[in-house]
């Protein structure tokens, strides 16, 4: 194992990835003896831990040909010395050079493993959000993170209706109305966003009383609005939780939601409806219309009930 014992150092993993960056983007890692786990592996971003057979300490390289694993590392360090009651990446270094940023491995399992693998009942998932509504909560009452200003949603939404809208004019009322709505939002606050707060960015490592959740993936934080992450949540957990325990069960976890953030109600209904878009964005009409058009339908809902 003394290949996973370098890689802790900085000098020894900029060599050793230099030299077999293609074969670790190909998993080929088998001649090494190593565990590889992948984590939400979306186009070029990739992530890897060098797992040992040999102790508790493990490492996870983040790839990405952007810098905002740049973004990630410093907001982690920032987030670790804030005393928070969540956790997030225990950063090692980040490489400048190959875009890499290494931290700690994280033990547990996503609140989307959790739920897709059925390891934990409805009730449970219950449980599992009520500790992510605090989390949430406190997120929110983060100030001055080293991270940039959210920019209007309302680019996103005219990028969202160039594909969408040809599919169908409801597509683009929904989504005019969606614009109408956004552009009421004070975005220049300046309270942490996460901007892509869902069950796969959140673990957990007691799964019996879900304590402490570990928060990951802060590529696309940003200071604005905190009821962006609350809306995002409500979206993509909808979703989930209607696949996996019926649309009853969801219905009860988005009231449950909005009925912790009374006062929030009408902006996180906005932002839900835009994460709703955001995700019908993101799938195939060929291959997903009817979904899509659920998607929607859901969007177009909270809006009418605003």
Known sequence: MEIYKNLISKEFARKYLSDNLQDIIKHKFESFNLEIEQRNAVSVVWFISFKSQLGNSRIVGLFNKSENKNKSYQLARFLTNSNLKFDVYHSRYYDRELKIFFYDFIEGKTLRELVEKKLISFNDGLKAAEKIFKILR??????????????????LLNLF????????????????????????????????VHGDFQSGNIIFGD????????????????????????????????????????????????????????????????????????????????????????????????????
């Open 138 to 155: 406190e997120i929110s009452q983060i100030q001055k993170a080293p991270v940039p200003q959210i920019t209007d949603l309302s680019n």
């Open 161 to 192: 209706e160039k594909r969408l809208g040809k599919y169908s004019n409801n597509f683009k009322n929904i989504i005019f109305r969606s614009k109408s709505f956004i552009q009421k939002i004070d975005f220049q606050k300046t309270q942490l």
């Open 207 to 306: 799964i019996k009383n879900f304590g402490k959740a570990t928060i990951i993936d802060w590529d696309e934080a940003g200071l604005g609005d905190g009821t962006y992450d609350i809306g995002s949540f409500l979206a993509h957990t909808d979703l989930m939780f209607e696949y996996h325990y019926g649309k009853k069960n969801s219905e009860k976890f988005s009231q449950l939601l909005l009925k912790k953030f009374p006062t929030e109600n009408k902006k996180i209904k906005i932002l839900a409806a835009f994460s709703y878009i955001k995700i019908a964005y993101f799938l195939s009409p060929e291959q997903h219309s009817e979904l899509i058009d659920r998607i929607i339908g859901k969007a177009d809902a909270l809006m009418k009930s605003i």
